[in-house]
């Protein structure tokens, strides 16, 4: 155990790589005009439809600061009624009712955000276990149905975990680094509570927030989960000559706020960061779980009786930087967990946790052994779970019967994680690590386009110390025209077949070219599933050296035939 000051931690380690930890220094400050646009096309037969909003207010924390100006919420055509009223966790709701609505309802959420991220020294001495509290923050150590505290297994591990800790800042960095490192981010998990998320180690942002919620309310600690709006303009951290940049995807997520006696409420977001949000935040809604959180975005109606049926939803989501000032640096540290973490510098006893080695690449096969072999099994690996063919505009429900006899549809957090990779002055790479001999006949991206001009295909790269190097091959190239138009994202597979490349075990690259003018975006997971931290990349037309990473890993799927 160790009195640390830090200036922030960005913790990461690479698979296979040796461990990179590095401390972070700096803020951010933006100006955000923020615009959501909601269409409701009513179902036949609908008698009412109540539309309920949560209005975002300002909010400060010793890391996080969010300002709301200009707030407006505009409808067309008007409701039949509006009722403004505030829930039991103070959440201020406005509900609004149309009857008998024959065309679709407009909404148009407006308003300006003044965020700010300050990663200034956090001085804490709350000890643990924790003792007191006042009455409305212990409401936040209740077990629900998606945080089940009194779960054995989970009360297990939350001991386990804190035994050590002497203070409330070492007994949460220990609960939530082994949350990053136990879980791995899908889309569309099965269940969204905590206690899939503990047996399976999968989930989605609810997942995340659901298992810290439950672990440290299991050990007594005060949380309350989020609800709010993430925007996908990226941040960069500078590291030395590299860079790192921080991005998510623009739309509805879920994080958790730890209460500190000497503090007040701090922001965590599980999926990555540790007692850090970044200013793309938009906050909105607080609640003991996702089951309580539902009021912002809830659609409820009644129909006539024989009727089926349910509307129709399109929601987008727009933001404009006025002013966007980030300052963020790291240097290098020796400790931490396995995956990626952000934390604001801190003063407290904590313990720093070791990492061990993960295991070195395979080794290389010289050129003759491997033009012996035979390659006749077919092989398929990558990072391939995505949510094929979604509309993502549209994605929201299912519906369900709610109270009253109402039906209702909640909004949900699935989200397009994806990125622009045409057209802008850039080009991305993606690693892949062979384990065995491979005679490669495909590579798939998982890519949604918008138009049919232009034309892509991919550079087969050599790995120079973690970053591309020398070209091996080149597929052929794909015009925009011979791909299919899907509603969300699918494989487009590029051939490799007539280039007889033949691959040795070790870490490989794919890099996508393009001409003309083609709009394509390729879908990415959060975190890296399968891959080392620093195996996806970009660089600008006139950079050098591939020097710029990414924090997230493309989907893709490498196909060829494997020795006998």
């Keep these: 155990m160790k009195k640390f000051l830090g200036a922030g931690l960005l913790i990461m380690i690479a698979i296979p790589a040796f461990a990179e930890n590095y401390l972070l220094n700096g803020g951010q ?21 109540v539309l309920s909003y949560v209005l975002p207010e300002s909010f400060d924390s010793p890391t996080y600061r969010q300002k709301i100006r200009d707030l407006s919420l505009r409808f067309s055509p008007e409701p039949s009624k509006r009722k403004e009223r ?12 149309w009857k008998t609505p024959t065309k679709a309802v407009t909404t148009t959420i407006c308003l300006t955000a003044l965020n700010s991220v300050n990663l200034q020294t956090l001085k804490t001495s709350a000890p643990f276990p924790l003792s ?41 960095q220990r609960v939530l680094t082994w949350v990053v490192d136990h879980m791995q981010y899908v889309l569309t998990p099965k269940r969204f509570d905590a206690i899939y998320a503990f047996q399976n180690g999968r989930g989605n942002c609810q997942n995340y927030s659901h298992l810290s919620a439950a672990l440290l309310r299991a050990v007594g600690i005060p949380v309350r989960i989020v609800n ?25 997520h879920s994080w958790i ?83 990626l973490l952000l934390c604001p510098q801190i003063e407290t006893v904590f313990s720093k946790i070791p990492v061990s080695p993960p295991p070195p690449l395979p080794p290389k ?31 929201y429900g299912p519906a369900r019967l709610g109270a009253e006899g109402t039906m ?54 050599q790995d120079n110390d973690g970053k591309p190097g020398n070209p091996i091959s080149a597929s052929d190239i794909l015009t925009l025209k011979q ?46 599933p399968v891959g080392p931290l620093d195996g996806t990349r970009y660089k600008m037309i006139f950079d050098a050296s591939w020097s710029r990473s990414l924090a997230y890993e493309f989907n893709y799927r490498i196909s060829g035939l494997a020795a006998e």
């Excluded at 400050?29 to 439809?49: C, D, F, V, W």
């Excluded at 906050?283 to 089951?291: F, P």
């Excluded at 051939?495 to 007889?500: A, G, M």
Aim: cysteine-free; aromatic content about 12%; proline content about 5%.
């Design 29 to 49: 400050a933006s100006q955000i005009n923020y615009e959501m646009i909601q269409k409701i096309r009513p179902s036949h037969g609908t008698r009412s439809l």
């Design 86 to 97: 505030t829930d039991i966790r103070g959440n201020k709701v406005l509900d609004v009712t």
């Design 365 to 395: 096969l010289p050129k003759k052994e491997l033009q012996r072999l035979r390659y006749v099994k077919p092989h398929v690996f990558g990072n391939l779970e995505f949510p094929e063919n979604v509309d993502f505009l549209s994605a």
């Design 483 to 528: 791909v299919p138009f899907t509603p969300g994202y699918s494989w487009v597979d590029f051939d490799f077949s007539k280039s007889s490349v033949i691959l040795s075990p070790g870490r490989y690259w794919v890099a996508l070219g393009f001409t003309g003018s083609p709009i394509v975006n390729w879908f990415f997971s959060y975190g890296k």
């Design 228 to 252: 709010g709006i993430t925007l996908k303009q990226p941040y960069d951290i500078k590291i030395g000559d590299n860079t790192l940049t921080m991005k998510m995807a623009q739309g509805r």
């Design 257 to 339: 706020e730890v209460y500190f006696p000497d503090l007040g409420w701090v922001p965590f977001d599980p999926q990555g960061t540790e007692l850090f949000v970044s200013n793309r935040f938009i906050r909105i809604e607080v609640g003991l779980d996702n089951n309580e959180t539902i009021q912002d975005g809830l659609i409820r109606w009644t129909q006539t009786r024989g009727m089926s049926g349910e509307p129709q939803l399109e929601e987008k989501i727009y933001s404009g930087f006025l002013d966007d000032q980030v300052k963020l640096y790291a240097r290098k540290t020796d400790y931490g967990p396995r995956k």
């Design 132 to 172: 007191r509290f006042p009455k409305h923050v212990k409401v936040y150590l209740k077990s629900t149905q998606q945080v089940n505290v009194n779960d054995q297994g989970i009360r297990g591990k939350a001991r386990e975990l804190t035994v050590p800790a002497s203070t409330e800042f070492d007994a949460v």
């Design 408 to 461: 209702e549809m909640r909004k949900n957090f699935l989200v397009e994680t994806a990125e622009y990779v045409t057209t802008q002055g850039k080009q991305y790479a993606q690693t892949f690590i062979l384990n065995k001999p491979l005679q490669l006949q495909k590579v798939g991206l998982a890519l949604h386009k918008f138009s049919d001009d232009g034309q892509l295909w991919l550079e087969l790269v």
